[in-house]
């Protein structure tokens, strides 16, 4: 290990002690020292929206709930959900559906062995994305169009 330079991350690289404080070792890099890019919110938006629908479980789960507790507790939950703060979450679920299916897809290119390539990953990304949104507001457009509330 001695023909590892500390240094190698740069000249401003943190080095830490190795197991029994013997030999030092670079540390890995931090978000600060990465540069942003469109794959990299793609892949924190995936994770994201993963999440999400575990929520969006729930509240399918408690929407179930109050169908079998009667029509006082389904009338309530419905307030709920129809609300202005239960509509935005109701639709930030929907964008969450809708990204996470073109993420999947995106995925299911790769494992192919397709798109690995900067400017389709890059291409890719955004359009999961736009994909997300737009299917989102379609949905909602179609739903109060039919006099949803």
Same mark, same amino acid.
């Given at each position: ?5 500390? #240094? ?11 197991? +029994? ?9 931090? !978000? ?8 990299? *919110? ?15 479980? /729930? ?5 179930? /709930? ?5 029509? #006082?507790? %389904? +009338?309530? %939950? ?6 202005? /703060? +239960? !509509?935005?979450? /109701? ?7 809708? %990204?996470? *299916?073109?993420?999947? !897809?995106?995925?299911?290119?790769? #494992? ?34 039919? +006099?949803?509330?």
């Amino acid at each position: 290990m001695s023909g590892v330079r500390t #240094d190698a991350q740069g000249p401003s690289a943190q080095v830490r002690a190795g197991p +029994g404080g013997t030999a030092a070792r670079p540390m890995s890099p931090h !978000l600060q020292v990465w540069r942003w890019h469109v794959t990299m *919110l793609a892949s924190i938006l995936t994770r994201a929206t993963g999440i999400a629908l575990y929520v969006g479980a /729930l509240i399918l789960a408690g929407w179930a /709930l109050s169908l079998v507790l009667g029509r #006082d507790a %389904y +009338g309530s %939950y419905m307030a709920y959900l129809t609300s202005p /703060l +239960g !509509l935005l979450v /109701l639709f930030g679920l929907t964008a969450s559906v809708f %990204y996470h *299916l073109a993420a999947g !897809l995106r995925h299911l290119a790769w #494992d192919i062995g397709v798109g690995f390539l900067p400017r389709t990953a890059n291409a890719t990304a955004v359009a999961a994305m736009a994909f997300g949104v737009a299917a989102a507001l379609a949905t909602f457009a179609v739903g109060f169009a039919m +006099g949803g509330r």
